[in-house]
């Protein structure tokens, strides 16, 4: 504390009152002293006039803005007593000071400003020690230099006849300037000062309370400030900014937000901290920013122009300043986003402390005023943050509000925007439905709603009650009317698709179409509606009226991807493989970078141009992967002994190439070595838990430049190389897996776990359904090219290349069905059907929904013979899913059934036939037809073969469902 | 176009062409007093077809390209009309394409993507922590930082990549543009502060057309130019926003509020959160805010007042802040047997959304458990926790600077005031005493418990704990860290185990 030793107990005591303003107590203690010391009566006079002027002032606070208007008869006796105290000349010398302080003070209240000035400047403040001076004096020379600053501002410059200085002529313009500089030094001072004052009086009353013996004192009131020492803290940075001087009402804010906190300045610090982040996110750009510990520009473009002469530098220095916050590795923001977003947490954390948490009618106002505090605090991190696309932070922010956001729209809605924008799906949903109770009539927030439950969710029963919502809203609904619709008919198309009953399917299909109509009819100018009505009339097999609408969309969306990505499978469809692949060509000279479209020209390629070129178009592929997804982890590149590497440096065809097979010494050691950490994760026991090696790249399946978040020390560390670190790469996906959200889930696949579950998603994408949200993750789209070459090299008749590109896929994602077909399939090629048969029964037992493995597993069990075997495990399965699963899964039933069925009975067959919705896959009819032949039943086969010819015919060369449908 | 402006505009490009390198930044600076050239090149952009525009684009670019950052500025002015000449020509699909505007859109581009040594920029902040001291705050005094995961794995400072790194671009494609013109939109907003208002009238207009053209709203607005829609993206749309904010808040209200209504239109068609997001924070933000119009000097909207610095929250209503005192009285008072009630106080206290998982949530029984337990503690414990303070302060005199130790002596104290604050709340005086004992010695207790289990063995429960015993959220949160992330200063904490209890409060 202070090295004053003023001797007696009393003194002391005294001492503490002033500095806790206790001034009810005063009159008891000079009392006391009185009794004491005759001495003392003229301290005692100025403990009793001070105390006097304090309680009238509390009792009459002065107003912001407003002036004290004239004497005023209470005062008179303060006065009274301060001349007494000053009359007979016994005081001390320090005394003599606060006495004159005081009546200065008094000089202002009464409205006497140029007497205050006299007193003030005969005092000479800037003399005045702070060094070892006691608490209260602190205050009390904090208020003055605020006093001082407020009489100078009321009192013109020249002479007391102006009676604003404004009107000053231009010939007194400088002496304006440099008044104004005295004003705002004044604040600065007072400010200041007042910020030690509060430091130390909060450290002697921490300290008081410590040493006072067991019995605490009265507890401290939460102290206020009074009306000098906040203008004096806040009066310079509002002068600063009323001048349009933003760089020094920066400077000042900060100078104030340095200093180290007491628990009076606390409102003070959540309100400039808040005022300051507006200004950083309203006024400031990343160019004008300098970071509070540099000097700021002379020049800023922040500064209003008209005043840029006027800047005055910081031109006073105090023997005491109040403690800052020092220390080692103290964070200091380097960007006006860092700052904003720092400001913003901390006045974040003190408004949520102060959430009135009653719902009690009396307490209206304060919740009210709690609630107001806190909504600017979170909007404006929702500006700072959502400018910086941290969505999953600032879901989190959000989630703090809800003890404030009881019936309040704004902040549920800003959760479920927030919740929806970082990929939570799940919650965003349930969220958005308290939003919807609260907010009715809002059509975008059911539409937000099903968006979720068709894309990420797959909730089809969610997404069409949603659905209803708005359309039920009817004309209310206005433009969102048609996307209602649209988004029912979406909800129906999906259903369809998964639908297991023909006719259910049927009905939904009929009902999708129904809504695309309608919303094509409300909203003619809309593209996807045309495009939606189009793809469903395609699914449906409608090819020319498909035509007609896509068409359609593309007149009124031109570069529409997946208009032209339909309009080039409708052709396929028609068999016009050439005109196809120009269509495939033209999207491509607009989306170059679009797998899904590669994908399918690979396809119309070999059927078109033969199997060199769609080659080619693998390896292309593969170039674009890597300069798009290596760009992200830019150390990775220069060190290939991958496939991938030498297939792009390789300069011949890619089937030109030699490709290496398994004997290359370096690339077994490499698999077997690294790969065993993998391969150990065997279908049957997938990982439940993969150690979440601190996911270094965190991709989400937005665009893959964007998020991706790494932590400052170690430079972004490459994503492990398909080659030499395949284990970390596997729990790499797998923690990808994992945590995204975003991932779109199978119906079918619930009953397995969540990783097979992603995984076989993972894999069942590469074939019917296509990324959901632009590009999927870099390694699954590199797997699919991988798996597409394999396809390109199986119809060659080349099983060692197949063999390659499917173990590099098999590298990347060894629990695939994919994979495991693909393997399957070269095992045909290589005439090995018991292996054949083995590998398709994995990749069933991982997806069995896959109708490919199925029609090819259908056509080995045919061959091996092996009827009997099978008859039992598929008509328990039959039984079991007969109602439940997808329509594929049917087909291959029916078709492997068939097989057994038609030895056993052939009236059987046919009623399963006919209780399934007929599958467009031809060649699983097809496969039918072979089997039945063979067994010799020659009507049968005949209506199989009628049947793929029919679908055949109007066979797109890839589903039609690649296309995402989605909101 | 008059044929004035065409010669001023002529001039212009002449005169750069002629100019020594010495005296770039000074014809830089002499740019600003050409008053009728900003407004002429705008007519040449507006008309498209204007022999002007190519050597004009070229021009701008060579600006651009001169590094000299008044130059950059002056050619980025420019940038939302060039963007909107550029997608309107698109939209409209017309053969005459304006090649030159795409080629010095995609110029800046690429020059910016990459830095001086021709790698690929990557553009990044650190999101701050406010476990973390830092420039205006010190950890301890936060005391209610609820213990989510999110925290966790925030915990200190990760610095995030916000944009980059991108591909170089040769030609605009359906799939790039807006890749392209959102990036071009952040370099636009990061010199935003310099960017005159026609600019950021512009920059309004163009985003009101974009975001309407070719729906219902068009004919609101009365704009006639191209009828096609426009495809945008979400983050293309926030870029927009938040240069629209700032010309709200920097004059333009009238331009900015329309534009900003007109882009949450088209988000709210689209479905897309994140503008929503963002636009709705902005419109809410600027509710009660009284924005100035464009006044004669241009004073820019911020206005700063005095605010009173006392709470405007009365005393008596119960906030999270006092209802730890209300928690700690029913402790008291209630006997144990309910701790479902317990944890949703706590649930509310600190915000934790009742998460899924479930996991985590373990019931906060241990808690009650210990305060009464160790209630006979209570003095020694405060004995103790005094010599802790003491220790420490003695510490700080002969270390000097060791000011971790002191500031966390200070918050101690601190704490104490306010628990005797929040206990006199809720209490009638002359219970104040004991209720004060009692709390003092159950979070000494409780938090010497957790720091010597913590010492031992980092048990898991420690944060399960920790989440739900949220008065030491910030003590424990240290002490778990400590074992994430072992700092130079752990050693230091441990001779004073009291300093840590206070911090929350």
């Known amino acids: ?967 | 176009m008059l044929a004035m402006d065409q010669g001023v505009v002529e001039e212009w490009l002449s005169e750069f062409k002629t100019l020594p390198d010495n005296a770039v930044s000074n014809y830089a600076a002499s740019l600003k007093d050409k008053g009728s050239l900003v407004p002429a090149l705008y007519k040449v952009i507006r008309e498209n077809y204007s022999d002007l525009l190519e050597p004009v684009c070229h021009q701008l670019f060579e600006f651009y390209r001169s590094g000299e950052p008044q130059l950059q500025r002056f050619t980025l002015q420019f940038l939302p009309e060039l963007l909107w000449s550029l997608l309107s020509v698109s939209a409209a699909r017309d053969p005459h394409t304006s090649g030159c505007i795409e080629a010095l859109l995609l110029g800046i581009y690429n020059l910016e993507i990459v830095d001086k040594d021709g790698q690929s920029k990557i553009l990044s902040f650190t999101v701050p922590s406010l476990s973390k001291p830092s420039v205006y705050h010190e950890p301890s005094t936060f005391g209610s930082m609820a213990l989510t995961e999110g925290a966790l794995s925030n915990h200190g400072l990760s610095r995030v990549v916000y944009s980059g790194p991108h591909l170089q671009r040769e030609t605009f494609t359906a799939q790039n543009r807006f890749e392209v013109l959102t990036f071009l939109l952040l370099c636009y907003n990061a010199v935003l502060s310099y960017m005159t208002s026609t600019s950021l009238q512009s920059l309004c207009q163009l985003s009101s057309r974009v975001c309407i053209c070719g729906y219902p709203r068009q004919q609101m607005r009365r704009y006639k130019g191209i009828n096609a829609r426009l495809t945008v993206t979400s983050e293309f749309l926030v870029q927009l926003i938040t240069g629209i904010h700032y010309a709200l808040c920097n004059g333009e209200v009238e331009v900015g509020s329309k534009a900003l209504d007109d882009v949450l239109y088209r988000a709210q068609l689209e479905l897309f959160p994140e503008a929503l997001l963002v636009g709705n924070a902005i419109k809410s933000s600027l509710h009660g805010a009284a924005l100035k119009s464009n006044n004669k000097e241009g004073a820019r909207s911020i206005q700063v007042e005095i605010t009173p610095t006392s709470s405007r929250i009365s005393r008596n209503a119960v906030t999270s802040l006092s209802i730890r005192g209300h928690r700690w009285k029913r402790h008291d008072a209630v006997d144990l047997g309910s701790p479902d009630e317990l944890m949703d106080i706590s649930e509310v206290d600190e915000g934790v959304w009742p998460t899924g998982v479930g996991s985590d949530v373990t019931p906060p029984t241990i808690t009650i458990s210990n305060s009464v337990t160790t209630l006979n503690l209570g003095a020694k414990a405060i004995k103790k926790y005094r010599l802790g303070v003491r220790t420490s302060k003695d510490k700080d005199k002969e270390v000097g600077p060791l000011t971790t130790g002191r500031s966390a002596s200070e918050s101690v104290e601190l704490s104490i005031k306010r628990l005797a604050l929040t206990s006199s709340q809720s209490v009638p005086k002359a219970g104040a005493l004991t209720s004060l004992t009692r709390t003092a010695s159950a979070v000494f207790s409780r938090s010497f418990e957790q720091v010597t289990s913590g010492n031992s063995v980092p048990v898991p429960s420690n944060h399960t704990a920790a989440s739900e015993a949220s008065r030491y959220s910030c003590s424990l949160q240290e002490e778990s860290m400590g074992y994430l992330s072992p700092t130079p200063n752990h050693t230091q904490r441990s001779p004073s185990i009291s300093v840590h209890l206070g911090s929350d409060l």
């Not at chain 1, 407003?66 to 007979?88: I, M, N, Q, W, Y």
């Open chain 1, 1 to 967: 504390m202070t090295a004053r030793k003023s001797g007696s107990r009393l003194e002391t005591e005294i001492e503490r009152c002033r500095s806790e303003t206790q001034w009810d107590k005063i009159p008891e203690l000079v009392r006391q002293l009185s009794a004491k010391l005759i001495s003392n009566d003229d301290l005692g006079e100025l403990l009793l006039g001070e105390c006097k002027l304090q309680t009238y002032l509390k009792e009459n606070p002065i107003k912001q803005g407003a002036s004290p208007r004239g004497p005023r008869p209470k005062l008179v006796e303060v006065r009274k007593h301060l001349t007494a105290a000053l009359d007979r000349g016994n005081l001390k010398a320090d005394y003599i000071q606060e006495a004159s302080l005081l009546i200065a003070k008094l000089c202002y209240v009464e409205g006497e400003y140029s007497d205050a000035l006299s007193h003030y400047n005969r005092l000479s403040l800037d003399d005045m020690q702070l060094v070892g001076a006691p608490v209260y004096r602190l205050s009390m020379i904090a208020e003055a230099y605020a006093t001082k600053g407020l009489c100078l501002e009321k009192v013109p410059v020249a002479s007391p006849a102006l009676s604003n200085k404004n009107t000053g002529s231009p010939a007194s313009s400088r002496s304006t300037t440099d008044r104004e500089q005295d004003i705002i030094t004044c604040y600065e001072k007072s400010g200041d000062i007042a910020l030690l004052y509060l430091q130390e009086a909060e450290k002697a009353l921490s300290a008081g309370i410590q040493n006072r013996s067991p019995k605490p004192g009265p507890t401290a009131q939460d102290q206020e400030l009074g009306f000098f020492l906040e203008t004096g803290l806040q009066r310079a940075h509002v002068i600063h900014f009323k001048n349009g001087n933003l760089t020094k009402g920066v400077g000042r804010f900060r100078e104030i937000l340095r200093a180290v906190e007491t628990r009076t300045t606390q409102n003070l610090r959540m309100t400039i901290a808040r005022q300051l982040a507006e200004i950083l996110l309203r006024g400031m750009c990343e160019q004008s920013y300098w970071s509070p510990l540099e000097d700021p520009p002379t020049v800023s473009p922040l500064d209003d122009p008209t005043r840029q002469g006027h800047i005055h530098t910081k031109n006073y220095s105090l023997s005491r300043r109040p403690r800052v916050y020092t220390g080692e590795n103290l964070f200091c923001p380097q960007e006006n986003t860092e700052e904003a977003l720092l400001l913003l947490l901390i006045s974040e954390s003190m408004a949520n402390r102060d959430a009135v948490l009653s719902r009690i009618p009396e307490h209206n106002n304060d919740r009210i005023i709690s609630l107001q505090s806190a909504s600017v605090v979170y909007d404006l991190l929702t500006i700072a943050l959502g400018r910086r696309g941290q969505y999953e932070m600032l879901s989190e922010c959000l989630e703090r509000a809800m003890k404030f956001a009881f019936e309040e729209f704004h902040l549920w809605y800003q959760l479920a925007l927030s919740l929806m924008a970082a990929g939570k799906s799940a919650r965003a949903v349930k969220v958005l439905k308290e939003c919807i109770r609260l907010k009715p009539d809002d059509p975008t927030i059911p539409l937000l709603a099903v968006k979720l439950c068709i894309g990420p969710l797959h909730w089809m029963d969610e997404g069409e009650c949603f659905a209803k919502m708005v359309i039920d809203m009817g004309e209310k609904a206005a433009e969102f009317r048609a996307k209602g619709y649209l988004a029912i008919g979406l909800v129906y198309s999906l259903k369809a698709t998964d639908a297991s009953l023909r006719s259910t399917q049927e009905e939904y299909q009929r009902k999708a179409l129904g809504a695309f109509q309608r919303a094509q009819s409300l909203s003619s100018t809309d593209h996807l509606a045309a495009f939606y009505l189009a793809l469903q009339l395609a699914v449906s097999r409608q090819i020319p009226e498909a035509l007609g609408y896509v068409r359609q969309a593309l007149q009124l969306q031109g570069d529409d991807v997946h208009s032209l990505h339909l309009l080039a499978l409708l052709l396929s469809a028609q068999k016009h493989y050439h005109d196809a692949l120009n269509i495939i060509e033209m999207a491509l000279s607009e989306y170059p970078e679009n797998f899904n479209l590669l994908y399918t020209k690979v396809k119309l390629e070999a059927m078109c141009s033969g199997p060199e070129e769609a080659l080619l178009t693998c390896k292309h592929m593969l170039q674009i992967w890597k300069s798009f997804y290596n760009l992200t982890n830019p150390s990775d590149s220069g060190r290939g002994s991958s496939l991938l590497d030498r297939a792009i440096a390789d300069r011949r065809q890619l089937n030109a190439m030699t490709l290496p097979d398994f004997s290359d010494p370096e690339t077994v050691s490499g698999s077997s070595s690294s790969y065993s950490g993998s391969e150990t994760v065997s279908p049957t026991s997938p990982p439940t838990s993969p150690s979440p090696p601190s996911p270094v790249f965190i991709f989400h399946s937005s665009p893959p430049s964007k998020n991706v978040s790494f932590r400052p020390p170690p430079p972004p560390a490459p994503p492990p190389r398909p080659t030499k670190t395949r284990n970390r790469s596997l729990s790499n996906h797998m923690t990808f897996l994992q945590f995204s959200s975003n991932w779109s889930l199978h119906a079918t696949s619930i009953a397995a776990s969540r990783v097979e579950q992603a995984l076989s998603e993972v894999a069942s994408s590469l074939q019917s359904s296509a990324p959901k949200h632009g590009p999927l993750h870099p390694w699954l789209t590199l797997a699919q090219i991988w798996l597409h070459a394999a396809e390109v090299y199986i119809g060659m008749s080349k099983p060692a290349e197949a063999t390659a590109c499917t173990q590099e896929a098999a590298n990347l994602f060894p629990t695939s069905h994919n994979v495991l077909y693909m393997r399957g399939q070269i095992a045909e090629l290589r005439g090995n059907m018991d292996e054949a048969k083995r590998w398709y029964e994995e990749a069933l037992s991982i997806n069995p929904t896959h109708v490919k493995t199925m029609q090819r597993l259908g056509l080995i069990l045919h061959q091996l013979q092996r009827y009997s075997l099978s008859e039992k495990v598929l008509r328990d399965a039959v039984q079991v899913n007969r109602w439940v699963v997808k329509t594929q899964f049917k087909d291959f039933f029916v078709s492997t059934l068939g097989i057994i069925f038609h030895v056993v009975q052939r009236e059987q067959l046919l009623t399963l036939c006919m209780c399934v919705p007929p599958s467009t896959a031809h060649e699983v009819w097809n496969s039918l037809g072979e089997v039945l032949q063979a067994q010799g039943n020659a009507a049968a086969a005949t209506e199989c073969f009628l049947t793929a010819l029919e679908l055949e015919a109007s066979s797109p060369i890839l589903p039609f469902t690649i296309i995402p449908r989605a909101l």
